[in-house]
């Protein structure tokens, strides 16, 4: 999911060659990733969708979702909401 959130927030594709990964700026390369992942949180998990599930724990929410629990964590913390390590 977060290659299509790369292609939306960059505009294409982006696929590492060998010669490429040592050339393209790592810099760049991890905002481009950070930027398609917040896509692919927010594609996944809306924030209409998101405030049904509050009170609930990590396990509920993916479930609910049908994702792992790791990318639920992962969206919450991104966008501040996560209070702590819940199940």
């Not at 481009?32 to 990590?58: C, R």
């Amino acid at each position: 999911m977060a290659e299509v959130g790369y292609c939306s927030c960059v505009g294409t594709p982006y696929v590492t060659t060998p010669w490429e990964s040592a050339s393209f700026p790592r810099k760049v390369r991890q905002k481009q990733e950070h930027a398609a992942d917040k896509f692919a949180a927010h594609f996944l998990m809306p924030d209409v969708e998101l405030q049904k599930m509050k009170g609930k724990g990590i396990k509920d929410v993916a479930q609910y979702f049908g994702i792992p629990e790791e990318m639920v964590k992962l969206r919450l913390t991104m966008f501040g909401i996560a209070t702590d390590d819940d199940s």
